[in-house]
Each structure stands twice: as C-alpha cells, then as structure tokens.
C-alpha cells in the first residue's frame, strides 16, 4: 500500500516511529518518509542507527504548534502518521497549558495541514487514558480523539479522511514502567503504587502491526482498539525482578486503578471482530454510512473493555516470554 507514497511521522523519533519506519523502509518500496520532530539530537542520533541514512528518509524539524513548517512538511505526502505527543502525566499536571497546545492545538494543525495539502490517510495514535480520563493527559488525547473523528467533517469533499487507533501500554517504549522497574530492583525495593492494579499490555511490533492493518481498513472516523491482553502489575515486578521485594506507596494522582479502553457509552456504536474493536461515529455526516462498516458484532448495552475484565491475561510465564523476545530482560 506504500509503494511509490510518501509518508510523514510526527515525532518521527519516538520508539513506535523508529519502529514502524524500520519497518516500512524493509517491507515497502516507499518513494520517501519524512521523519517531523523537534529535537534536533533525536534525529542526529537516529541518523546514526544501522538502516537509518536510507536516501528515502527526509528529517524535518519542526513542532506540531507551527502550522506553517508543519504544512510545508507535508508538502506531496499521502498518509500521515500523527505520535507526536506530550505523554508523561506529572509533566502534563504541571505544565498544563503546554500540554493542551500540543496535544490539541497541535492535533488541529495537523488536521487542517493534511486537509490543505491533500493528505489521504491520517492516523493518529491514542491512549487507553483517552477513555472517561482522570488527568490531563488523557482529557488531551480524548479531545484529540474527538476531532480526528469529526475532522472529517470538515474534509468531506476533499478526500482526506481521519481515523485513531487507541491501546494500551508499550512494552519497551521510553516511559515504559520495566525499565523503572529494573532501576529500582537495583535498590532492593520496588513500589508498587496499588497491588490491585491491572493494565494492557502490547509490543511495539504490535502496535505497528495494528496501525498499518488500520491503514488498509480505515474509511474515516473510527478508533480502532486491539484485544490486548492484561496483567496484574505484581506479577509484572515478580517478571522483571523476581524475588525483589515490594513496597506499596499509594495511587500517585491521575492514576487509575485499572485502564479502560471503551466506555459503556461508547460501547452503544462499538462493533466486535476477531482481533479488535471498533468505535463508530454516532453521527457522521461525511457519508460513512452502515454500508461502510465491515460486518462484526455490535457490543451488548453496558460493556465495557477494561484490563480489569479483560478476557486475555498474561502469566508470569507468558510475560517472562515475550520479555526475552523483544530482548527487554
């Protein structure tokens, strides 16, 4: 589906960008990718990695708040991939208005440059903190969600289309609580912040996987969210240091208990399939008709999809496993 498009990345030089660009510039003959970030040493660095001076690679920098740079970016591209983000939660709380420009104001641009410059596809990627959120980070990406959907509204004669894949905790990408958790086994003593706790879990060759399934399935304005499986966050720190004692210190503030992925009142438009959700438009008014939905299993009235009440769950030994497979222990 790649061969002879260009493709941009916002915040290109995250772990799901390195990724998936490793991955696109193995398996497609991509005419270019153009990796858009901020941080000048990121993309030096990149730049250095085996596989990445590919002469179909292009390093823009720029910010997601700078609609100009951003539109000229995006200049002759034909799918976007929006994972530019501000993502980690206390920086969020204390940095509130930096964060509603990035990831709202940011999203907007985004939107509008690949309305304006003729952009097919847009995917953006979302959080399970984006379902009925309790920080600001999550309220975000929520906001975010909701006019990468209703974007198209706006796009409805213009060919562009607008669609979120939304999942849960990535093994091994920065921020990630396994390397937190191996610095602490260090010290002797790992805190767990409620023993109760459940989450997603996902790999990043997943998550790829999931957003280029999504390229070739998407019509515009769904969210699309994988059946991942959970774990409880003691079998976790038993998995990456086994015999380190715990220490409980208390749900840190705009943490949740257990993550949600849909909510019982999005699960009135949310349709089943075999390895995912899908989150309907209630009222989409640029021609996404039922005729547009593949056919799958509408969700009964009250379900909900959370890692508390998630069908799938990894063992200790499952997780020990996969673990050693992406080389994370």
């Not at 660009?21 to 030096?44: N, P, T």
């Not at 602490?184 to 790999?203: H, L, N, S, Y």
């Not at 799958?296 to 998630?310: T, V, W």
Request: glycine fraction near 8%.
């Amino acid at each position: 589906m790649f061969d002879g498009k260009s493709i941009l990345i916002t915040g290109g030089t995250g772990s799901f960008g390195k990724k998936f660009i490793g991955r696109v510039l193995r398996q497609h003959k991509v005419k270019r990718i153009a990796i858009y970030s901020r941080d000048e040493m990121k993309q030096f660095m990149l730049r250095q990695e085996p596989g990445f001076q590919d002469p179909r690679l292009r390093f823009f920098i720029g910010d997601i708040r700078d609609k100009e740079r951003l539109s000229r970016a995006m200049n002759g591209v034909d799918t976007v991939i929006h994972a530019a983000a501000m993502k980690i939660v206390p920086d969020a709380e204390y940095n509130p208005f930096e964060c509603v420009k990035t990831n709202i104001l940011g999203a907007q641009n985004v939107i509008e440059c690949c309305m304006d410059n003729g952009v097919k596809q847009t995917i953006a990627l979302s959080t399970d903190k984006a379902a009925n959120p309790v920080n600001l980070y999550g309220a975000t990406k929520l906001v975010s969600d909701k006019i990468f959907v209703n974007g198209n509204i706006y796009a409805a004669h213009s060919g562009s289309r607008f669609s979120c894949v939304r999942y849960g905790n990535v093994m091994g990408s920065r921020g990630s609580v396994i390397p937190f958790f191996k610095e602490k086994a260090r010290e002797g003593v790992i805190p767990i912040t409620d023993k109760r706790m459940t989450r997603f879990w996902i790999t990043l060759d997943q998550a790829v996987d999931f957003v280029l399934d999504n390229l070739n399935r998407m019509v515009g304005g769904e969210i699309f969210i994988p059946k991942i499986p959970s774990m409880k966050i003691t079998d976790l720190a038993e998995v990456v240091a086994p015999g380190v004692p715990t220490k409980e210190i208390g749900i840190r503030p705009g943490e949740k208990l257990h993550e949600l992925m849909i909510g019982e009142d999005d699960a009135r438009h949310t349709y089943e399939y075999d390895k995912y959700y899908a989150i309907y438009p209630e009222h989409p008014e640029w021609g996404l008709g039922k005729d547009s939905i593949p056919k799958g299993k509408s969700c009964p009235e009250g379900f909900h999809y959370s890692s508390d009440n998630n069908k799938d769950w990894l063992s200790q030994k499952d997780m020990a496993r996969v673990l050693k497979e992406q080389d994370l222990l």
